[in-house]
């Protein structure tokens, strides 16, 4: 539980860092979920849950769907055409 705990602690601060840089809007829940998922993951093989399938217990399994979902974000939001302050003065 400390090690989570220092993890949460530490994206915590990374965020912190990325959010006061220049970022599209959606890409911080993006790198959220994918640093929960890494970490949640991996803490989970100290755990002693019983595995499921593959050797791998329910709450890997859903760090997985979660690390998916972060990095589909990611990639949508950057595929997504950027919102140009310029158009918002007018500058079309």
């Known amino acids: 539980m400390l090690y989570n ?3 949460e602690l530490a994206i ?3 965020l912190t860092w ?3 840089r220049r970022h599209r809007p959606g ?11 890494t970490g ?5 093989f100290l755990s002693r849950n019983p595995a499921l399938v593959l050797h ?3 709450a890997q399994f859903v760090s997985l769907a979660l690390f ?7 990639v949508f939001v950057s595929m ?8 918002a003065l007018g500058k079309a």
Do not use: C, M
Not at 29 to 34: E, F, P, Q, R, S
Not at 40 to 44: A, I, S
């Open 12 to 14: 915590f601060a990374l």
């Open 40 to 44: 949640r993951f991996l803490f989970e």
């Open 27 to 37: 890409a911080l829940l993006g790198l959220y979920l994918l640093f929960t998922a």
């Open 68 to 74: 998916l979902a972060g990095n589909t974000i990611i």
């Open 5 to 7: 705990a220092s993890w």
């Open 56 to 58: 791998l217990t329910e």
């Open 80 to 87: 997504k055409e950027s919102d140009a302050p310029s158009r």
């Open 18 to 20: 990325v959010d006061r």
